[in-house]
């Protein structure tokens, strides 16, 4: 018996000895491939924050501990300010982080042909609506079809779009009266919630050719769907895996598809009315019918889910930016009556007695300059990237980008940095005009170059309409009670967001 149970003992022993070798060989291994890795910047003479041996410089991001956009805005501020550029690193992906000006317009436009593709989405994952859509699509496609999408989006076509966005402001308005008496819950209001309505009811109207009214039907279907592309754990996950590790996208297949069965239905619904009865609404249905009916070219049809791709490619890029955007117009403007009183001269000067137009919104500076500088203190997309299609070297810089790696812009971190902004924090709607390179500041919250927003003019005509019908009525308070922002990313997700909410209240003017 004795015998027996030292022989198990030494047989474990041996196991246990065979395992811990086993072991330490693995993680030695592991240890020398991940520290090679991680040298790739450092070999390169590019330096990088400290990175973790398994998740790179993303720990805090993959951990769902902070949200994305913080995280690339403290690799970026963790640079010496004059650096041109940090490395970073998503597990033991090697990229880079641009931080001069000059370098971002040599990537996003001058060299732009090298860089024309977002790492965004996932060449092997068949869903054409989340994935094989202009958002993510690749050279030579992404040219052809940007090159026909500009078509629904032209000036003339956002003018006809303007009575459509002057509907969807009407419940908004009717809801704002509601909440001034007893019944209603003023202090509760929460701002994304009020704009994610109105935007979800022009989108729908727009890009989906629909009347809905999510202020009246508070469970709005169209207004829920939208909201489960952007909220919850799983999309979190599933954005952070789309932007920054799309090579694991078929991982998420299943959390896309049920809002995408959704819009599917609704834009197929719409667009055989609109064939069957033969009538025009001005909005992009109308354009897409065009494109469907069009001749077609190889590189891209428009039929099926490709058709379905493009409403719902608008509707995604569209609702949740442009619903942030008016949330944070609001909550800046509650905490500045000064502007406030200056936009509202404005209003009153262009628009007394007349009807509202596009030209006549376009005269309105001051307006412009308040969604500028909003959209710099907080950008609902934080971060873009280019992917390098060659190996690339940047004019009178001894640093080659290596086919395939990524180049990021941080656009909170560039648009908060005090080299380019005195007190960067600060909103000061009038700033960008004492500004020097202008143009470019303007649009950095959409992107730049030839790949930058292509729903541009049409989001800030949707901002300005929501704004204008506001304070035109009302002007805004801030809400003391609740607690005021601390940090402007304090929530798990990828698009600018604030986890306790944006609360303002609202006053009618005598
Ligand atoms: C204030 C609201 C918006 C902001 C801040 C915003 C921002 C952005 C940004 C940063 C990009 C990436 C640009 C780049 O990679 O350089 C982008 C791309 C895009 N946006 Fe917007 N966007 C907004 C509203 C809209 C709207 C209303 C639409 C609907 C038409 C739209 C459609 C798109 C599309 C289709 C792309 C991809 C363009 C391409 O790859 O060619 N966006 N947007």
């Not at 060989?25 to 020398?32: A, G, K, N, V």
């Not at 608008?314 to 905490?335: D, V």
């Not at 000061?428 to 020097?436: F, N, T």
Request: aromatic residues 14%; glycine residues 6%.
């Amino acid at each position: 018996m004795d015998q027996r149970i030292s022989q198990h003992n030494s047989i474990n022993m041996d196991y246990l000895v065979y395992c811990s070798t086993t072991l330490i060989i693995f993680f030695s291994l592991f240890y020398i491939y991940a520290k090679y890795k991680l040298s790739y910047w450092s070999r390169r003479g590019v330096k990088t924050p400290p990175t973790n041996l398994f998740f790179g410089n993303f720990k805090d991001c993959i951990t769902l501990k902070k949200p994305a956009g913080e995280v690339m805005r403290e690799i970026y501020n963790s640079a010496d300010p004059d650096d041109p550029y940090i490395g970073f690193y998503i597990f033991h992906k090697p990229m880079l982080l641009l931080r001069d000006h000059n370098l971002i317009k040599q990537v996003m436009i001058t060299d732009f042909e090298i860089f024309p593709n977002r790492r965004f989405g996932s060449s092997n994952q068949r869903d054409p609506i989340g994935l094989d859509s202009i958002l993510s699509i690749k050279q030579p496609r992404w040219r052809y079809l940007r090159g026909k999408l500009t078509s629904p989006l032209t000036g003339q076509k956002l003018k006809n779009m303007l009575p459509l966005m002057e509907e969807c402001g009407k419940p908004m308005l009717k809801f704002i009266e509601n909440l001034q008496s007893s019944e209603f819950d003023q202090e509760n209001s929460e701002m994304k919630d009020f704009s994610s309505r109105y935007i979800s009811d022009a989108m729908a109207s727009i890009a989906f050719g629909i009347n809905t009214n999510s202020f009246l039907e508070k469970e709005n279907a169209f207004w829920k769907n939208g909201l489960k592309i952007f909220r919850g754990i799983k999309r979190s996950i599933a954005f952070i895996i789309l932007f920054f590790i799309p090579e694991w996208g078929p991982l998420i297949g299943p959390l896309i598809k049920e809002p995408a069965n959704y819009f599917r239905e609704i834009f197929w619904d719409s667009m055989n009315t609109r064939e069957k009865m033969g009538y025009k609404r001005g909005d992009i249905i109308d354009s897409l019918l065009a494109l469907k009916n069009g001749e077609q070219d190889p590189i891209y049809n428009f039929e099926g889910d490709n058709l379905v791709a493009q409403s719902a490619s608008f509707y995604i890029a569209g609702f949740e930016a442009t619903s942030t955007t008016i949330a944070f117009a609001l909550y800046n403007l509650s905490r500045h009556p000064e502007h406030q009183a200056t936009l509202y001269d404005e209003i009153q000067t262009h628009l007394l007695g007349k009807k509202l137009t596009v030209d006549l919104i376009n005269e309105m500076s001051f307006l412009d300059r308040v969604v500028n500088e909003s959209l710099r203190l907080y950008p609902p997309l934080p971060v873009v990237d280019r992917t390098a299609t060659k190996d690339y070297k940047f004019p009178g810089i001894e640093l080659i980008i290596e086919k395939d790696i990524s180049v990021y812009v941080s656009i909170n971190a560039t648009n908060r940095d005090s080299k380019y902004f005195d007190n960067p924090d600060d909103f000061m709607p009038s700033r960008i005009e004492a500004k020097q390179n202008k143009k470019f500041f303007e649009s950095l919250a959409f992107g730049i170059g030839p790949r930058a927003c292509i729903g541009q003019r049409l989001a800030v005509l949707l901002t300005k309409v929501a704004l204008i019908t506001i304070f035109s009525n009302y002007t805004v308070y801030y809400n003391m009670k609740k607690k005021p922002i601390l940090n402007d990313n304090n929530a798990v997700g990828f698009f600018t967001y604030i986890a306790d909410g944006l609360y303002v209240e609202f006053k009618k003017r005598n």
